[in-house]
């Protein structure tokens, strides 16, 4: 039984341009460019600043402790000297439900909102940040839930049996194909129902000018609010391509040949087995107390098993049900590619920074072998194999981007591509997404990356990154360690520039948090 359900990637696309009024002739006859804005802070020229990273923060407090305002508390100290927050997604848990905005982000987060001292006021669509968090969407944040559960009517034993246990975190609402996220941060256009109405506010706060026309103003203390589902800004001389991978994360289909047959009943035994697990987890919870504290924390641990088995059986879903070539969201792909090439081509660009939740690079035990871990990789890899193509030596022998920042894995990781005999040879890449949710495991095959090369004779396969950093879950029963983490990074003048990358860590230890100390590192 799936606990929640997705949307499909054209109605994803369909909904995100209706709530921005994607085109619109107001829009359009004001030169307006929906996927660009210029924080207003009075700093953004300065090519020396900080910022911070966040992701996959947006959880409840677990029994006895919050590890998401432990991870807030940590950034604290830096609020001041960071410009803002690149936040890669899931911002809320387990489905991007606008009832537990207040709690799951608007309370811990406190700080970084205009009027944050009475954060129980603050409504979910109406924040404003003084120091602006810049969020990407997550697959969670796009999460809704099965029509009512079906429990209510007593259809379905394992969804009757999660509901019997404290605050599942599922919500009554689900987040209506990606609305409650959208009505969090983006300019939410679709609210105005007049023209006159849509003009004023044009005119009021897309008065920034760019090579691409007007845009929004995003100010610090007064409106921020991102123009569209992806985006781009530029700060201190660097590139920030905001990107939302849940459009072009769909798995290829399997080959309609031996190989693929058996890889589709590979499938289906291994969706027979995790659905076993599942039945197995639930009769343990019936065993134990909630109200006992140590049977609570086992408890809590059997629910977020819970919620990776229905993560594995999505991507197995996707899998099997892809008869055709994947629904991508070309055209997302293709302003990338096309804002990445103007790019190399502005003499006032020094670097260029990518953000999205999909690693397309991870060790994290559940993510590697995800089949959207895959169709992340090639098609971030076609968009820069075009760029490369276009650009010839313009790049002078730099990578596309300088650095990658990604979530959905629940650790932080640092991972560096090898000469993977494509544009993404050469790449920094900082997984931050443990900022909230419950930490998982590095992957027992070890940091070294291979991928298969079928079509090259002699090389079937190749490393194509080296993890060169892993901070998640370690250790067993009472020696386990829950480390929960967000990163500083220090931008250096120059070109190229160099990123100075702070690790924040908090670990929870035998009912204690415990600051783990970490050095910094030069990318």
Same mark, same amino acid.
């Given at each position: 039984?799936?606990?929640?359900?997705?949307?499909?990637?054209?109605?994803?696309?369909?909904?995100?341009?209706?709530?921005?009024?994607?085109?619109?002739?107001?829009?359009?006859?004001?030169?307006?460019?929906?996927?660009?804005?210029?924080?207003?802070?009075?700093?953004?020229?300065?090519?020396?600043?900080?910022?911070?990273?966040?992701?996959?923060?947006?959880?409840?407090?677990?029994?006895?402790?919050?590890?998401?305002?432990?991870?807030?508390?940590?950034?604290?100290?830096?609020?001041?000297?960071?410009?803002?927050?690149?936040?890669?997604?899931?911002?809320?848990?387990?489905?991007?439900?606008?009832?537990?905005?207040?709690?799951?982000?608007?309370?811990?987060?406190?700080?970084?909102?205009?009027?944050?001292?009475?954060?129980?006021?603050?409504?979910?669509?109406?924040?404003?940040?003084?120091?602006?968090?810049?969020?990407?969407?997550?697959?969670?944040?796009?999460?809704?839930?099965?029509?009512?559960?079906?429990?209510?009517?007593?259809?379905?034993?394992?969804?009757?049996?999660?509901?019997?246990?404290?605050?599942?975190?599922?919500?009554?609402?689900? %987040?209506?194909?990606?609305?409650?996220?959208?009505?969090?941060?983006?300019?939410?256009?679709?609210?105005?129902?007049?023209?006159?109405?849509?003009?004023?506010?044009?005119?009021?706060?897309?008065?920034?000018?760019?090579?691409?026309?007007?845009?929004?103003?995003?100010?610090?203390?007064?409106?921020?609010?991102?123009?569209?589902?992806?985006?781009?800004?530029?700060?201190?001389?660097?590139?920030?391509?905001?990107?939302?991978?849940?459009?072009?994360?769909?798995?290829?289909?399997?080959?309609?040949?031996?190989?693929?047959?058996?890889?589709?009943?590979?499938?289906?035994?291994?969706?027979?087995?995790?659905?076993?697990?599942?039945?197995?987890?639930?009769?343990?919870?019936?065993?134990?107390?909630?109200?006992?504290?140590?049977?609570?924390?086992?408890?809590?641990?059997?629910?977020?098993?819970?919620?990776?088995?229905?993560?594995?059986?999505?991507?197995?879903?996707?899998?099997?049900?892809?008869?055709?070539?994947?629904? !991508?969201?070309?055209?997302?792909?293709?302003?990338?590619?096309?804002?990445?090439?103007?790019?190399?081509? %502005?003499?006032?660009?020094?670097?260029?920074?990518?953000?999205?939740?999909?690693?397309?690079?991870?060790?994290?035990?559940?993510?590697?072998?995800?089949?959207? !871990?895959?169709?992340?990789?090639?098609?971030?890899?076609?968009?820069?194999?075009?760029?490369?193509?276009?650009?010839?030596?313009?790049?002078?022998?730099?990578?596309?981007?300088?650095?990658?920042?990604?979530?959905?894995?629940?650790?932080?990781?640092?991972?560096?591509?090898?000469?993977?005999?494509?544009?993404?040879?050469?790449?920094?890449?900082?997984?931050?997404?443990?900022?909230?949710?419950?930490?998982?495991?590095?992957?027992?095959?070890?940091?070294?990356?291979?991928?298969?090369?079928?079509?090259?004779?002699?090389?079937?396969?190749?490393?194509?990154?080296?993890?060169?950093?892993?901070?998640?879950?370690?250790?067993?029963?009472?020696?386990?360690?829950?480390?929960?983490?967000?990163?500083?990074?220090?931008?250096?003048?120059?070109?190229?520039?160099?990123?100075?990358?702070?690790?924040?860590?908090?670990?929870?230890?035998?009912?204690?948090?415990?600051?783990?100390?970490?050095?910094?590192?030069?990318?």
């Amino acid at each position: 039984m799936k606990f929640i359900s997705e949307p499909s990637i054209p109605v994803k696309i369909q909904k995100m341009k209706e709530r921005v009024h994607w085109g619109n002739a107001s829009i359009v006859q004001r030169g307006i460019d929906q996927t660009c804005m210029v924080i207003d802070d009075g700093n953004s020229d300065n090519p020396e600043f900080s910022f911070m990273v966040i992701g996959d923060s947006g959880t409840k407090s677990y029994y006895q402790h919050h590890p998401q305002r432990q991870v807030a508390e940590l950034m604290l100290p830096h609020q001041e000297e960071c410009s803002f927050v690149l936040h890669t997604g899931d911002v809320i848990y387990i489905v991007g439900s606008h009832e537990y905005y207040p709690r799951n982000f608007i309370e811990p987060y406190r700080e970084f909102i205009k009027g944050g001292q009475n954060y129980k006021r603050i409504l979910y669509d109406r924040m404003v940040f003084k120091t602006p968090i810049l969020p990407v969407l997550g697959n969670h944040d796009y999460y809704d839930v099965p029509l009512m559960y079906r429990l209510l009517a007593g259809s379905t034993l394992p969804l009757r049996r999660l509901f019997r246990y404290k605050d599942i975190e599922i919500g009554w609402h689900g %987040s209506y194909q990606g609305d409650a996220y959208a009505r969090a941060f983006l300019d939410y256009l679709k609210a105005f129902h007049s023209r006159e109405q849509l003009e004023f506010h044009l005119d009021e706060h897309y008065t920034a000018k760019t090579d691409t026309g007007r845009c929004l103003r995003y100010e610090p203390g007064r409106f921020t609010r991102l123009p569209n589902r992806y985006y781009t800004f530029r700060y201190g001389g660097i590139d920030f391509f905001a990107l939302d991978s849940n459009t072009f994360n769909a798995p290829s289909p399997l080959p309609a040949t031996k190989e693929g047959e058996s890889s589709r009943r590979q499938l289906e035994k291994r969706r027979h087995e995790i659905e076993n697990e599942e039945i197995q987890i639930l009769e343990a919870c019936d065993r134990l107390n909630p109200d006992n504290p140590e049977e609570a924390e086992r408890l809590d641990a059997l629910k977020a098993k819970l919620y990776q088995i229905d993560e594995v059986k999505i991507d197995i879903e996707k899998q099997l049900t892809s008869h055709h070539e994947p629904a !991508t969201d070309f055209e997302q792909l293709e302003w990338f590619k096309q804002r990445l090439i103007a790019s190399w081509h %502005s003499q006032e660009v020094r670097g260029r920074v990518v953000y999205f939740h999909h690693p397309p690079y991870v060790t994290e035990a559940s993510k590697w072998h995800q089949a959207q !871990t895959l169709a992340v990789r090639r098609r971030l890899r076609w968009v820069f194999d075009s760029v490369a193509q276009t650009l010839g030596s313009a790049t002078q022998g730099r990578p596309i981007v300088d650095l990658i920042l990604n979530g959905h894995a629940h650790c932080l990781e640092y991972l560096r591509t090898a000469d993977t005999g494509y544009a993404d040879s050469h790449l920094n890449c900082i997984v931050c997404g443990g900022s909230g949710r419950r930490p998982r495991r590095q992957r027992e095959e070890g940091t070294e990356l291979m991928e298969t090369f079928e079509y090259l004779e002699g090389s079937p396969i190749r490393k194509i990154a080296d993890s060169l950093l892993f901070v998640g879950r370690n250790g067993y029963d009472i020696f386990k360690r829950l480390p929960y983490s967000c990163v500083r990074i220090d931008v250096r003048g120059g070109t190229p520039p160099k990123f100075v990358v702070k690790p924040l860590v908090a670990e929870w230890f035998q009912g204690e948090w415990f600051n783990k100390v970490m050095e910094p590192f030069e990318i």
